[in-house]
């Protein structure tokens, strides 16, 4: 490595995000941006009812476009909801849509005062439907591109870790 290089490091981690002890909470988010199903919900009921009052004036948001709020009553301080498109053609343009969810989340670098950790969800493959290794494929390219100190991708179970470790691992080769 050169001098001035930075060397990438990702966390991929089996967990429970609410536990990260990150700075900045990432999640795939409805577009109307108020609370849904699945880690959506979760995270509105954990931070509390002031996050949909901050949220909902924000939206909607289109696939691509995320957005920031603070964490509320959670350990974050901040939380970024990007949109992510459904995977229904597999059509380039819904892959940019995806990769545009990550680019957008680590685009708040500078809004997010004193933030050294972001930790994301792996975004669109529960309920929009993403293909794990495709996912992992965008994902793992557009977190490599992270300038926080720390950046964290958690997963639900440890086929779904290995199948981002090996993604991540091709990409330092």
Not at 3 to 9: A, N, P, S, T, Y
Not at 37 to 53: D, M
Not at 90 to 113: H, I, N, P, V
Not at 135 to 147: M, N, V
């Amino acid at each position: 490595m050169e001098d001035g290089e930075r060397q990438f490091m990702l966390q991929i981690v089996v967990g429970d995000i609410l536990k990260s002890k990150a700075d900045v909470i990432v999640f795939s988010a409805h577009p109307s941006l108020l609370a849904g199903s699945g880690v959506s919900g979760v995270i509105h009921r954990a931070a509390g009812p002031e996050l949909e009052k901050a949220a909902k004036n924000l939206g909607p948001l289109s696939p691509g476009e995320a957005v920031i709020t603070p964490a509320f009553n959670l350990s974050a301080s901040y939380i970024i909801h990007g949109v992510c498109p459904r995977y229904i053609y597999g059509t380039l343009e819904e892959e940019q849509a995806l990769a545009q969810a990550y680019k957008s989340a680590l685009d708040f670098r500078e809004q997010a005062m004193g933030a050294n950790h972001i930790a994301f969800v792996s975004m669109g493959t529960g309920v929009y439907k993403w293909p794990l290794e495709l996912a992992a494929d965008i994902a793992i390219g557009e977190l490599a591109q992270s300038e926080f100190e720390t950046t964290s991708l958690y997963v639900i179970d440890e086929v779904i870790r290995q199948v981002y470790q090996k993604t991540y691992e091709s990409l330092q080769t």
